[in-house]
């Protein structure tokens, strides 16, 4: 019996030998790039740079206090309104037109209703070809050959509709786009939870004459619902780091007025000017702070009071 | 009913959504025809018109456009605070996206891989703690770290080298874990007790007879990873400007002043030539990076 237990204890013993020995070097890798990076951002949003000793000194809480105030003199072209109304314009846009058609287009090829399978590709194209690609063709479109178009059919003068002058017409091709290019991760993943509803559940409805709409909402929907809530809340975490689009189109040209979030820290990131991370630190703190109650918050009211199966 | 089967009542909503679908597919497609037409087109023919097709019979039209881009297009960046210039040539550019690519999908499936192994077949507290982790940093967003990382890569004086690359990406914080953790989770245990038995030690267990059991995931969320680092350029442009890779030359040709590589056509040739590669996989691919991805991960 002895002898079992210490065949069983040495056999254990190397199992946690080979554990530890695979685990330390993904976990050091998190320690150090995941823990300590971000441990040293949030200590870092409470100094400011020193350019003559080459050193970060301790300022309190006067960054956020900057911040706060809207325009932050050392942040370059920080302006809180302007970046604030088109990161909530944006994830709104984002929600109302592109995340519930993507509800009713997976319903579509989820059914194998004509073409679903051809749409399924199509709308999986933009994921596969580099948005830099598309933004290239993209533009050039609207920009060139949209106005010929619009003139020969419609009579209609377009100019200058994508260059920045007209705010209006930018900021729509620009939303437009975000929403155009986004569907296909969102239907094949809303598409592929709706698979796995039961065929008897779908025909038992279909039975009872339910009608399409019907079975979307009423069974489809609530019996997906932890994928929807999984996606929302990945939509509401990216609404401060997800908008490279502007960056795409735009580079480090576009205009204060269309400036968000994720473009702000993102383009001031590249400038590698270091007398400016403790701001971006800060800001991306509060953002932080933020983001986490809202998101959980979202997920426990979006778990609460969704659709239910019954 | 017909053959067992409850006849489709496809109603109104179907047909407005057929409507949507078809207006969707017309666009997109319409976009990428247009592109392929002005990549074939001289300066000329571009500038009398912007929306047809090129003049002259298909074997006329300019084929040679994707042999100068592929000559021509050129990275150009600098000067940089030392003075020096970055320079890339279409070949060089395309290595790189290989190495970054190629190797950064490898060691960021592989750190999901083995991290998911040792937390479903290890039973030890850390391994709940693991999984929970993975759970919350998933969950839990955290904005603006990004200066802290160069501070960080510039300190160990890894910023801008692949080396870099491959340590970041060797990160077991992802979605893929959880794919991974379903796998393992999911195969009996008989095998690895039977090799056990047989003698094979812990690390040939995992690498003989574990590991392969999951090839087919592996490959899966590889591909998916590659074409995804393939396709982006926000990383490349941070930390690894010295570099270049096809997709961050192609958001430089926008704003590059080069003679050859300033007109539409040769842009929009560039854009086109750089997409080939990763249509080609997927097109080859289709199935298995459209079929097997789900929410739970990757079905097998």
């Known amino acids: 019996m002895a002898k079992k237990e210490r065949a069983f204890s040495t056999e254990r013993k190397k199992e946690l030998i080979f554990y530890c020995l695979m685990f330390a070097l993904p976990v050091l890798q998190i320690l150090i790039f995941y823990f300590y990076v971000n441990f040293r951002s949030i200590a870092l949003a409470f100094t400011e740079y020193d350019v003559e000793s080459g050193k970060y000194f301790f300022v309190g809480v006067e960054n956020f206090i900057e911040i706060f105030k809207g325009v932050h003199p050392k942040m370059t072209n920080f302006n809180m309104n302007f970046i604030l109304s088109n990161t909530l314009l944006i994830f709104a846009m984002e929600l109302l037109f592109g995340f519930i058609p993507a509800i009713f287009f997976s319903y579509y090829i989820f059914k194998k209703y004509p073409l679903s399978g051809v749409f399924k590709v199509i709308l999986y194209t933009p994921h596969i070809v580099s948005t830099i690609i598309f933004v290239v063709i993209y533009r050039n479109f609207v920009e060139s050959a949209l106005p010929q178009i619009s003139e020969k059919l419609f009579g209609l003068e377009m100019q200058d509709v994508f260059n920045q002058v007209n705010a209006n017409s930018t900021r729509f091709f620009m939303i437009f786009f975000t929403i155009f290019i986004g569907f296909g991760t969102r239907v094949l993943l809303y598409s592929g939870a709706m698979s796995s509803i039961s065929e008897s559940v779908i025909e038992s409805g279909e039975l009872e004459g339910v009608k399409p709409l019907q079975e979307l909402v009423f069974i489809v929907v609530p019996l997906i619902w932890g994928t929807v809530v999984t996606f929302l809340v990945v939509c509401i975490v990216g609404i401060f780091s997800n908008q490279m689009t502007a960056y795409s189109f735009f580079g480090e040209g576009l205009d204060t007025k269309y400036y968000t979030f994720g473009y702000y820290l993102y383009y001031r990131a590249t400038k590698l000017d270091m007398t400016e991370y403790p701001y971006l630190s800060a800001l991306g703190l509060l953002m932080t702070l933020f983001a986490v109650p809202v998101t959980l918050c979202a997920r426990y009211l979006l778990n609460k009071y969704g659709p239910t199966t019954d | ?300």
């Not at chain 2, 190797?103 to 937390?119: D, E, N, R, W």
């Not at chain 2, 997709?247 to 704003?255: N, R």
Request: proline share 4%.
């Open chain 2, 1 to 300: 009913m017909k053959n067992g089967k409850v006849k489709q009542n496809r109603g109104v909503l179907a047909w407005i959504l057929l409507f949507f679908l078809l207006l969707y597919s017309i666009i997109l497609v319409g976009l990428l025809v247009w592109a392929i037409f002005v990549s074939l087109k001289t300066p000329t023919m571009w500038d009398d018109d912007k929306v047809g097709m090129p003049v002259g019979a298909p074997w006329d039209w300019q084929w040679i456009n994707y042999i100068k881009v592929f000559k021509a297009f050129t990275f150009v960046e600098g000067p940089l605070a030392n003075g020096s210039y970055i320079q890339a040539s279409f070949l060089t550019m395309a290595v790189n996206s290989l190495l970054y690519a190629g190797g950064g999908a490898f060691v960021s499936t592989f750190a999901c891989c083995i991290g998911a192994y040792l937390t479903a077949r290890y039973k030890f507290k850390f391994s709940k703690v693991v999984y929970l982790f993975v759970v919350i940093a998933m969950v839990v967003p955290i904005i603006g770290s990004t200066p802290s990382m160069l501070l960080l890569l510039d300190r160990l004086g890894l910023y801008q080298t692949l080396f870099s690359v491959y340590i970041m990406k060797f990160n077991f914080l992802d979605m893929y874990f959880l794919v991974f953790f379903a796998v393992f989770d999911a195969l009996p245990k008989d095998y690895a007790e039977a090799s056990k038995i047989d003698g094979a030690s812990e690390f040939q267990i995992m690498f003989k007879i574990m590991l392969p059991l999951a090839l087919p995931t592996f490959a899966t969320v590889m591909l998916i990873k590659f074409i995804e680092l393939w396709n982006g350029y926000d990383f490349v442009l941070l930390y690894l400007r010295s570099y270049p890779t096809l997709s961050y030359g192609i958001y430089k040709l926008q704003k590059m002043n080069s003679p050859e590589m300033e007109h539409v056509t040769m842009r929009i040739s560039a854009s086109l030539l750089v997409a080939i590669p990763i249509l080609a996989l997927f097109i080859a691919f289709r199935n298995k990076i459209m079929g097997n991805v789900t929410m739970g991960g990757v079905k097998e």
